[in-house]
């Protein structure tokens, strides 16, 4: 769990900002998913990304986030003119493996909690 | 579309006895179920899964089971400690997708 590395741990932006949250993989790792816990429900998936590729967005919001995850560096998820429903925690997970998940092969990261004001 | 439900928002058991943590699917595509355990500011961690092709898998104090025909898991703590205090998700997945389906989540409390 604590190898998957998420920063910032919180953060605070007002209505209209742009927020951008960084998820480096556990070493080894080339695939990377972001997930969204709103306040009282479930994580929901939202993107799966391998280096430099986006594999399935089927859970982003079809405005105002993007997601990437570049050759060198971390993904990053990015949410523009935030509003105060974008309140959340937001989760990364990485994996090594492309076919399937498991539970011994998808770790999550400890979470940035996004509160907008 | 909630494909993955947790009714219980919360339970709430003596340490030494067994806790019983329920979850229900809708999906008959879903052939793999998770459970994870998260404690508050911190991610989820694993705890146990089962594949369709079982009915039960057991690690130590963990087991889950499964009953396919009513689109039914439960995961069993026994005896239930203190530390299992937390919130437990379960999720579930088709092979070869790329993502986890979560439930609600249940707020188990161990009362000493």
């Known amino acids: 769990n604590a190898g998957v590395m998420q920063n910032p741990r919180h953060l605070v932006r007002r209505r209209g900002q742009e927020a951008r949250l960084r998820c480096s993989p556990m070493k080894g790792h080339s695939h990377v998913y972001w997930y969204r816990q709103l306040p009282e429900e479930g994580l929901k998936f939202m993107v799966y990304?391998?280096?430099?590729?986006?594999?399935?967005e089927s859970g982003m919001p079809k405005e105002r986030f993007s997601a990437e995850f570049p050759k060198e560096g971390p993904s990053i998820l990015r949410i523009q003119q935030v509003v105060r429903g974008d309140s959340a925690a937001y989760f990364c997970?990485?994996?090594?493996?492309?076919?399937?998940?498991?539970?011994?092969?998808?770790?999550f990261g400890e979470g940035s909690w996004l509160t907008v004001v | 579309d909630q494909q993955v439900k947790q009714n219980s928002p919360s339970l709430s058991v003596q340490e030494g006895r067994i806790s019983i943590l329920n979850c229900d699917y809708t999906?008959?595509?879903?052939?793999?179920f998770l459970w994870y355990k998260k404690y508050p500011a911190e991610g989820p961690t694993f705890l146990i899964s089962i594949s369709s092709i079982k009915d039960k898998n057991e690690d130590g104090r963990f087991t889950v089971f499964l009953n396919k025909s009513a689109k039914h898991l439960s995961l069993h703590i026994v005896p239930s400690q203190p530390g299992d205090s937390a919130v437990y998700f379960c999720a579930a997945s088709i092979q070869g997708a790329q993502k986890l389906v979560f439930g609600q989540g249940t707020r188990l409390t161990i009362n000493p």
């Open positions: 990304l391998q280096k430099e590729n986006i594999i399935d």
């Open positions: 999906n008959s595509m879903f052939d793999y």
């Open positions: 997970a990485s994996s090594k493996s492309s076919y399937g998940i498991s539970g011994n092969t998808i770790y």
